[in-house]
């Protein structure tokens, strides 16, 4: 009886076995992809503080506006290095513990400490010998910098691997992959909200009374609050996905060359053998962020700069008239993420509608040029009330719902954005049997070197046609009208 036993105890470990391993060679379970999707929450809410909070925080330390953009341009850098090095590498790491898990983790780690950094910039600055007093706190801009820094590495540490997990886990399936991404890009929009929200309610660090204090003031204080919730819920939702969710190890076969392909040769040779279709798709991919980028850098300081009237620089008056701007761009951005999150949901049976993806997304590239377009008839109508009500004059409420639906109705062009490139680049890497980490890196490339473009250009041509924000968007509406072109004519 005992042997009997045994053997069964066997036939079923061994059934266990063969599931777990076609559960891992085929496409995995819709709740395994939610687990890892969820991962985007977290990320997201610290992407949404940055391009909510950062750049008016930044420019509180002292950084005059027309240079805050050369730093983002860590961003772009770190993308164009971090992610495709981490593609790269996680495609072929050999850990006990799978492929992406150990990636995704160590970039948790390293966001917790760029918080850190960030968030108690002018207290360690302060402590270091900044003034109170003084216009620019160059100790408490160095700490923000190195925190922002490693926030990027580290976000681009996570949002890569992950991208790749669900790659790995739709296992080549064309439905799958596109799904994942769309749940992906859903609860971005969901970390999104959560981002914006924390950054528009103002008494955030009443929950918190610690982050009050002699060099940071209430604003510096709800920062500090927000990010403090913004770790907790990714350590959180990684935790839970990295237990939940197996990953599968790398095993290369004996005879395996591109074990020994170094990365930079495997990087180039890809763009050597890419076809007509991945080319189209970095090109569209380009435009895209060109579009893009400006808004994202600038659109809470559009608000309080050019729709309030206020100024983070100017007394107390034009800077109360700056913050309630920004308050109302982060309401803007709640309504952005909320359309986006629906949007994502509906993906699917859209592009099925319209036929294909390629008309869904030169349509929506049609609608973020007018939308980018239109922030300069909100501008004009907001400068044209204050000259007649007074420069301290609140914009109407109409001004304000124009620029609140902008922004509301530029959740649909990024929910694709944050969508369909992704899932066609998952797509083409699996037809042709390329890594999906470093497909997506390359993919990657083809969105921060718009960035780095950006970040050089757009201050500069700012500052030429007198400082404000107009002309980015102007360049971006141009940027968004030839990618909707591209992607009608030139897409498979």
Not at 32 to 50: D, E, P, R
Not at 78 to 92: E, H, I, M, N, T
Not at 411 to 421: E, K, N, V
Not at 430 to 435: N, Q
Request: net charge positive; charged share 15%.
């Amino acid at each position: 009886m005992s042997d009997l036993q045994a053997k069964k105890d066997v036939a079923a470990v061994d059934r266990q076995s063969s599931s777990s391993s076609m559960d891992l060679d085929g496409p995995s379970p819709l709740r395994k992809m939610i687990s890892v999707a969820s991962i985007a929450a977290g990320i997201q809410f610290g992407w949404a503080l940055q391009l909510s909070l950062l750049t008016p925080y930044v420019q509180l330390l002292g950084v005059p506006h027309k240079w805050s953009s050369f730093i983002w341009l860590c961003g772009p850098i770190s993308g164009l290095l971090v992610q495709p090095s981490v593609g790269y590498f996680s495609d072929r790491c050999k850990s006990r513990f799978g492929r992406r898990r150990p990636f995704i983790a160590t970039g948790a780690l390293l966001v917790a400490l760029a918080v850190i950094l960030i968030g108690f910039a002018a207290d360690f600055g302060h402590t270091m010998g900044d003034k109170l007093d003084e216009a620019v706190k160059m100790r408490a801009v160095g700490f923000f910098v190195v925190g922002f820094w490693i926030l990027d590495v580290a976000n681009n540490t996570l949002q890569g691997p992950c991208r790749a997990f669900l790659g790995d886990l739709a296992a080549g399936d064309a439905k799958k992959t596109r799904t994942a991404n769309a749940i992906f890009s859903f609860f971005m929009a969901v970390g999104n909200v959560l981002g914006y929200a924390a950054g528009s309610y103002t008494n955030l660090h009443k929950i918190f009374p610690f982050t009050v204090t002699k060099a940071c003031d209430i604003y510096c204080a709800n920062l500090k609050s927000c990010f403090i919730i913004s770790i907790t819920l990714l350590l959180v939702v990684t935790i839970i996905a990295l237990w939940y969710v197996e990953d599968k190890q790398w095993s290369p076969k004996a005879d395996s060359e591109n074990d020994k392909t170094p990365f930079f040769g495997e990087i180039f040779g890809a763009s050597k053998v890419m076809k007509r279709p991945m080319w189209m798709l970095l090109i569209v991919t380009a435009l895209n962020w060109i579009a893009w980028f400006p808004f994202l850098l600038y659109d809470t300081d559009w608000v309080g700069r050019e729709v309030y009237g206020g100024d983070s620089k100017g007394d107390d008056k034009m800077k109360k008239l700056y913050n309630q701007g920004i308050q109302v761009g982060s309401l803007g951005l709640m309504l952005n993420s909320i359309v986006l999150g629906f949007m994502s949901l509906g993906i699917e049976g859209i592009s099925r509608k319209m036929g294909g993806a390629k008309r869904l997304w030169g349509a929506v590239n049609i609608i973020l040029a007018v939308c980018l377009a239109m922030t300069v008839l909100v501008t004009k109508k907001a400068e044209e009330h204050r000259r007649i009500a007074g420069p301290m004059a609140l914009p109407t409420d109409g001004i304000r719902a124009g620029a609140l639906t902008l922004f509301a109705l530029l959740g649909i062009p990024l929910a694709i954005t944050f969508s369909i490139p992704f899932a066609l680049a998952s797509i083409i890497s699996s037809s042709s049997g390329a890594g999906q980490g470093l497909s997506l890196g390359v993919l990657n490339m083809a969105i921060v070197i718009p960035q780095m473009i950006v970040s050089f250009g757009v201050g500069p041509i700012d500052a030429l046609f007198g400082g404000g924000n107009l002309p980015g968007f102007v360049v971006g509406a141009i940027a968004a009208a030839i990618s909707s072109v591209v992607a009608f004519t030139d897409l498979p």
